[in-house]
């Protein structure tokens, strides 16, 4: 396979220099790529229909005899029209073609062909409107679909992949050992290879994919088992005790529960065999934070530094303003891009002697000059922002520290195994006393000024408000536009009612101060962009207006919701949005009918596909290109299973039976992996 890719797309027959180039724009510069460019559906030939049998308007194939020769015709505008009837024996169909004179020479009258399309009813009669169409006799089987570029359909890249398996060597290499195919029932590479492109029959299509997708799998789950180092080390950084207790009486609040078992599970972590590597799953108001904050405690107790890395600065800076005040004693730092240099060497410094017991900050962590005395503790914010390669960086800067991930995205439990491997998970499940449900309306923009009469009463009696407004993208013409919008609340909407204003374009200091003003509540309504999407926390927030409400995702709908309904008062969220079609709807009906996370995220999840719910490149895992995160759970279980038996025996994959798979793991993780 290696080699494979060695060999350009331009060596094969049927690509010259300008084809080269639009493969190059599918991300296919060699055959190794080409045959690792699976198809996205396929055209099933291989089992031609009757007439009759043939579903309306779904494509399908039908096997019928021409029964006369084309007739043609022209119509206006210079276009000429072909009719072909043709039969099964038992019923007839027309078919009709436009300015393609070379179907009378194509189709023969009294032969028979498979043809593929919508067949469509007029009236009694049936028709297909230019069906494709092969020669009944050779028996033609299913047909790949590819994604596609203009310039390369489908059946160019077809003819392609057939000359690109034409290459495979006789003695293929498969990465998978052949003592894992047998037992899990797996097909060869060369055959799966051979099938996934161009299947005689659906069921050897499904073969090779099962293959292809545990490859897929496995091959993740070897690199993310490999990342942690997991399965090798032991626990060099032992808490000396359990210092929770002690933490829990900091608090100007009783924990929760949940909270109280989260932080003992991750304590017991802390002392066990292993470094702890967790992930704390909470929907937005959980309590996150206090978690977190109690690990920092019990690590400096113990003799470590604790790391906080947030996504965004305001958030670091929330972050270090609640656990400065909470933790005294505990010497904590807020580290991110716009220090002062000196204040910025002070901070190196204090790291570097381990004066500083807790840093928090933004990916400014990373940076190479950062180094710490004895690093004992990673946590990372809004985990899904951050790629598995940026948490192992802030990982290398000490020998094996404890990880904690935070995620306010809930999760259902099936993806959660997929991205983050064998992670240990605890759950928030419950919500610190007091809080409220959110009521939630959805609106169409003809009732915003009724809104704005709820708002103004609301700032009225002292509360405050977030405005929403989709971000403004260069040269798009956005009624909502973040400016425009203020000064039409500013003059007509909200007169008289302090207005600040957000959005992403603005420098880390000056979006600092408004939100600053925010919280202090010298501003009483926020219009922003969804920059307050993560860690805002003002209490005394009763109200969130979202504007085009249809363009979010609903995992990111309640995140936005969840800034509100903080305080002792009653708290609303309004979704507006013209939007009509009926997944728009759907989706909107969900929030006005749950404030359960868990299950906006399930629903999330079935409405838009796993592809759309994280964004391919929030979560920084490599991209899938053949599993599905919804469909192929028990194949993923299986692979996750083959992956650590795997490394137990071989943690290195030095083995020549592993030869192959490490190569493709390095591959995926474009080598980080090492
Ligand atoms: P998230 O999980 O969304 O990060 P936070 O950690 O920001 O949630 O907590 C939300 C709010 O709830 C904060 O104002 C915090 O002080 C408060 N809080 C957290 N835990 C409790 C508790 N056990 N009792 C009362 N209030 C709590
Ligand atoms: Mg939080």
Request: contains cysteine.
């Amino acid at each position: 396979m290696r080699s494979l890719f060695s060999i350009k797309i331009e060596e094969l027959k049927g690509v010259g220099e300008k084809r080269a180039k639009l493969f190059a724009k599918l991300g296919v510069p060699t055959v190794g790529a080409l045959l690792r460019y699976y198809p996205r559906a396929y055209e099933d030939w291989s089992e031609p229909l009757s007439i009759r049998q043939a579903p309306l308007d779904v494509p399908c194939a039908i096997r019928a005899t021409v029964l006369q020769r084309p007739s043609e015709a022209r119509i206006r505008g210079g276009m000429t029209l072909y009719k072909v009837k043709v039969s099964d024996g038992e019923s007839d169909m027309e078919l009709t073609y436009f300015n393609n004179r070379y179907i009378p020479l194509m189709l023969k009258e009294g032969k028979q062909y498979i043809f593929y399309g919508k067949v469509k009813a007029n009236f009694s009669k049936r028709e297909m409107t230019a069906p494709e169409f092969a020669d009944a006799a050779k028996g033609p089987g299913v047909h790949p679909i590819y994604p596609l570029t203009q310039g390369l359909s489908s059946r160019i890249i077809e003819s392609v992949v057939q000359n690109a398996l034409e290459l495979l060597p006789d003695a293929m290499q498969d990465p998978i050992p052949e003592a894992i195919r047998m037992k899990y029932g797996l097909c060869h590479l060369r055959y799966a290879l051979e099938n996934i492109h161009c299947p005689r029959a659906m069921k050897d299509m499904e073969i090779a994919r099962r293959r292809l997708v545990f490859e897929e799998l496995l091959i993740l789950q070897l690199g993310l088992l490999r990342l942690k180092g997991r399965s090798r080390t032991e626990n060099r950084l032992r808490l000396l005790r359990d210092d929770s207790d002690g933490y829990f009486r900091l608090l100007p609040f009783k924990p929760t529960e949940a909270q109280r078992r989260a932080v003992k599970e991750a304590v017991a972590d802390m002392m066990g065999s292993h470094p702890m590597n967790r992930l704390i799953q909470g929907d937005v108001g959980s309590g996150k934070t206090a978690v977190a904050a109690a690990l920092s405690y019990c690590a400096a107790r113990s003799g470590m530094q604790a790391a906080l890395m947030a996504p965004t600065e305001i958030l670091a800076r929330q972050h270090y303003d609640t656990l400065s005040s909470l933790l005294k004693g505990v010497h904590t730092e807020l580290l991110t891009g716009s220090l002062t240099a000196a204040k910025k060497r002070a901070i190196t410094e204090g790291l570097q002697s381990g004066e500083i017991q807790l840093i928090i900050g933004t990916h400014a962590l990373l940076s190479e000059d950062i180094a710490f005395q004895r690093l004992g503790l990673v946590i990372t914010d809004e985990q899904h922002r951050f790629g598995v390669a940026q948490r192992a960086a802030l990982a290398s800067k000490g020998d094996h520290p404890h990880t904690l991930v935070m995620s306010a995205t809930p999760i259902p439990r099936t993806l959660a195994l997929m991205i983050y491997g064998d992670l240990d998970i605890s759950v928030l499940d419950e919500m610190p006393p007091g809080r409220q449900t959110v009521d939630t309306y959805a609106i169409s923009g003809d009732k915003r000024l009724r809104a704005f009469r709820f708002i103004k009463k609301q700032i009225d009696a002292g509360r405050q408000c977030y405005i929403i407004c989709p971000m403004i993208e260069e040269g798009q013409n956005d009624m909502a536009s973040v400016n425009e919008y203020a000064q039409k609340a500013r003059e007509e909407w909200l007169p008289g009612c302090k207005i600040g204003v957000l959005n992403g374009k603005m420098k880390a200091k000056e979006k600092e101060s408004v939100m600053e003003d925010f919280s202090k509540g010298k501003i009483s309504v926020l219009i922003s962009t969804t920059v307050v999407e993560v860690g805002m926390d003002v209490p005394n927030a009763t109200v969130m207006m979202i504007e085009n409400a249809e363009r979010y995702g609903l995992s990111q709908l309640h995140q936005l919701r969840g800034r509100v309904g903080r305080g002792a008062h009653k708290s609303i969220c309004i979704l507006i949005s013209d939007a009509q079609n009926e997944d728009t709807v759907a989706r909107l009906k969900t929030m006005c009918l749950t404030n359960d996370g868990f299950r906006i995220a399930e629903q999330d999840l079935k409405l838009r596909g796993p592809g759309d719910f994280f964004g391919h490149r929030q979560h920084g895992l490599p991209e899938l290109k053949i599993a599905d995160m919804t469909q192929d759970v028990n194949v993923l279980k299986q692979a996750q299973a083959v992956a650590r038996e795997i490394l137990r025996e071989d943690a290195e994959l030095s083995s020549p039976a592993h030869r192959g798979l490490r190569a493709e793991v390095r591959q995926l993780f474009k080598n980080k992996t090492d």
